[in-house]
């Protein structure tokens, strides 16, 4: 094994990095007996996932995004994603999905454990085209898995109207719900179903308290790359479960000590307290170089106050909790409510609430070269984030599993820019758009 770089060694993790950590790793350690053991195995989606469904009739998930960021954290993605180009997908598919198809043919998980076969493909569709597509991909992979399709309506006008809902509404329970009972044998609990959305819903609270805890001077947390680690369980199989309240109550009492004692959040470089720069970051992180990645911006003394990646699994900081007492309405106000089903002026104005209510001094939007979903008019956001809050944007770009794609020294660079015109422009002299700076 590989020696750890010394900083590496010495930089202690926040406690509820290790937890989450262990729920992550136990999670794989269940998926690789499900077979054995007896469970039934569905494939989803994280945006507009039915995790408290899925548990109501105890079979596992699959997060295809979830095993691709896995792999390319470490470091594994490279591998898959060039078994899957030499089976003839382009260089312009989604990373994810050469990721977890190049996985696939090697047959095996993140983790260096197996992945089982879907007994169910569940696709909640939500915003992203990709998909779809992906899910033709598996199902010509795996012919003997059930299908399941939720079309969740996109939010092309900026609201979610009744017929949207009743529509969503009508789905769950005239397609998911009985194609689940015909798949486990058994008839949905809904007792069962309303215990699991309270738990969601009170997890959901301590996890926005967590994430507003970022309008603290000093932040306890990191938005952005600490955030990747607060989301993971509610992102993965625990929304709905003890262990998944206990992760959140745990997260709470960490960020609280952090707040009374005036400390930042620990990061690849050390404990953040001295933050010079508070920033909101648009799109997903760079997950092949992500400990790099984070460095840079903790090198500069830049806290990520808040991110819109963190939310692509629950709007719940605007106000949305899953609700016991309306089953089948509150999914489908969860899966229409997601960041990826937003349209772009909705996210523009998101972002610059943001930025706005977290008092930021810059905005970043993190450019992902194969992921349209997020960078699709990525630029004009900027550029509109910019007239409403008079905060400065800049510009980054990579990917998120192909490592062919991080170039190190450009972002660096570009970053480097950007935080100087912020210091510049504190001080009275500074540039008012990274476009004066590049």
Not at 21 to 44: F, Q
Not at 242 to 265: F, K, S
Not at 303 to 329: E, K, N
Not at 361 to 378: L, R, T
Request: glycine share 8%.
């Amino acid at each position: 094994m590989t020696e750890k770089k010394k900083d590496e060694k010495e930089i202690p993790k926040e406690p509820s990095m290790i937890r989450q950590k262990e729920l992550i790793s136990g999670y794989y350690d269940e998926l690789a007996t499900a077979k054995e053991d007896g469970k039934k195995v569905v494939y989803t989606f994280v945006p507009g996932n039915l995790a408290e469904l899925l548990a109501a009739f105890d079979v596992l998930p699959v997060l295809p995004e979830i095993n691709a960021l896995q792999s390319g954290m470490r470091k594994r993605s490279r591998d898959y994603i060039a078994t899957a180009e030499k089976s003839g997908h382009s260089e312009d598919v989604c990373t994810y999905v050469k990721c977890d198809l190049g996985m696939m043919e090697q047959g095996i998980g993140p983790t260096g454990k197996p992945i089982p076969e879907p007994d169910m493909l569940l696709l909640s569709y939500t915003g992203c085209f990709t998909f779809m597509k992906w899910f033709e991909l598996l199902k010509e992979r795996f012919p003997k898995a059930e299908v399941a399709m939720l079309h969740v309506p996109y939010q092309g006008d900026g609201e979610i109207t009744k017929e949207m809902r009743d529509y969503t509404v009508k789905q769950l329970e005239t397609e998911i719900v009985p194609k689940l009972e015909k798949l486990t044998g058994k008839k949905l609990d809904r007792d069962r179903l309303k215990e699991l959305l309270v738990r969601s819903a009170e997890a959901e609270e301590d996890l926005v308290w967590t994430w507003e805890a970022a309008k603290h001077r000093p932040s306890p947390i990191d938005g952005y790359f600490g955030g990747v680690f607060y989301i993971g369980p509610i992102f993965t199989a625990f929304r709905g479960t003890q262990e998944g309240v206990d992760y959140y109550r745990l997260l709470r009492q960490e960020v609280q000590a952090r707040i009374d004692a005036h400390e930042g959040p620990i990061t690849p470089r050390g404990q953040l307290n001295d933050q010079k720069f508070r920033i909101v970051v648009e799109g997903p992180p760079n997950w092949t170089s992500f400990r790099d990645f984070w460095s840079m911006f903790a090198d500069e003394g830049a806290v990520c106050v808040a991110s819109t990646y963190t939310r692509v699994g629950g709007l719940y900081d605007q106000g949305f909790r899953h609700d016991p007492d309306d089953i089948m309405g509150t999914m489908a106000d969860y899966c229409l409510g997601c960041y990826t089903n937003l349209n772009l002026p909705q996210r523009t104005k998101l972002i610059a609430k943001y930025c706005e209510e977290y008092e930021a001094d810059g905005f970043i939007a993190h450019s992902v070269k194969s992921c349209n979903s997020f960078s699709a008019g990525q630029l004009l956001m900027l550029r509109e984030v910019e007239k409403m809050t008079g905060v400065p944007g800049g510009f980054i770009e990579s990917d998120l599993v192909d490592p062919r794609y991080f170039s190190a020294a450009n972002i660096k660079n570009r970053l480097e820019s950007y935080f100087q015109m912020l210091a510049q422009r504190k001080t009275g002299g500074g540039a008012k758009s990274m476009e004066a700076v590049l």
